[in-house]
T-cell receptor, first 109, second 113 residues
Framework: EDQVTQSPEALRLQEGESSSLNCSYT??????LFWYRQDPGKGPEFLFT???AGEEKEKERLKATLTKKESFLHITAPKPEDSATYLC??????????FGTGTRLTVIP | SQTIHQWPATLVQPVGSPLSLECTVE??????LYWYRQAAGRGLQLLFY??????ISSEVPQNLSASRPQDRQFILSSKKLLLSDSGFYLC????????????FGPGTRLTVL
């Protein structure tokens, strides 16, 4: 059975304190791994797509990496505006994105 | 650029009442369209997806139905709401392709009392 697990469930960081969020997956036939950011009461905002092990993508203070079993979202020197829930999703079939439950990040000034 | 709209933004409905949520996409043609539900503490669950007008696939058995009367319009409906239908409903679109990133709308918060 396909499974996506995100850890930790919640993370509190001081401003400037770098850390990583984890997304581990067990799926048959990965066709893509997606990271989204979701602010309270809003729809998820697309961040990255990773297709194969070894791939990395960066955007401002965020860097996503992918291995055969997991993906990491590295946050360098976070700011309070980076506070949000970060969602990981994997695509296996033609149309289905299978989501994890997210990591709720709080960055304290 | 592409834009996705959902309305209403919030809705409070009594048990047994009907439901109609609407989603429209601007700036693209023949998109794939999706309805998801997000419940507290759970991941987004795909409810329906559509690859074209009148073509609807259901991922899970439920009290809801979907329709696509126009290319860029996707509607989520119910004849009689249940308490368990409460949640945050999200519409998404993607461009037809091998690896199609899904882009989400702002969502509708539905509370069934």
């Amino acid at each position: 059975e396909d499974q996506v697990t995100q850890s930790p469930e919640a993370l509190r960081l001081q401003e400037g304190e770098s850390s990583s969020l984890n997304c581990s997956y067990t799926v048959s036939g990965l066709r893509g791994l997606f990271w989204y950011r979701q602010d309270p009461g809003k729809g998820p905002e697309f961040l990255f797509t990773l297709y194969s092990a070894g791939e990395e993508k960066e955007k401002e203070r965020l860097k996503a990496t992918l291995t055969k079993k997991e993906s990491f979202l590295h946050i360098t020197a976070p700011k309070p505006e980076d506070s949000a829930t970060y969602l990981c999703a994997v695509k296996t079939g033609a149309n289905n994105l299978f989501f994890g439950t997210g990591t709720r990040l709080t960055v304290i000034p | 650029s592409q834009t996705i709209h959902q309305w209403p933004a919030t809705l409070v409905q009594p048990v047994g009442s009907p439901l109609s949520l609407e989603c429209t996409v601007e700036g693209t043609s023949n998109p794939n369209l999706y309805w998801y539900r997000q419940a507290a503490g759970r991941g987004l669950q795909l409810l329906f997806y559509s690859v074209g007008i009148g073509q609807i696939s259901s991922e899970v058995p439920q009290n809801l139905s979907a329709s696509r009367p126009q290319d860029r319009q996707f509607i989520l409906s119910s004849k009689k709401l249940l308490l368990s239908d409460s949640g945050f409903y999200l519409c998404a679109w993607s461009v037809t392709g091998a690896i199609d990133t899904q882009y989400f709308g702002p969502g509708t918060r539905l509370t069934v009392l």
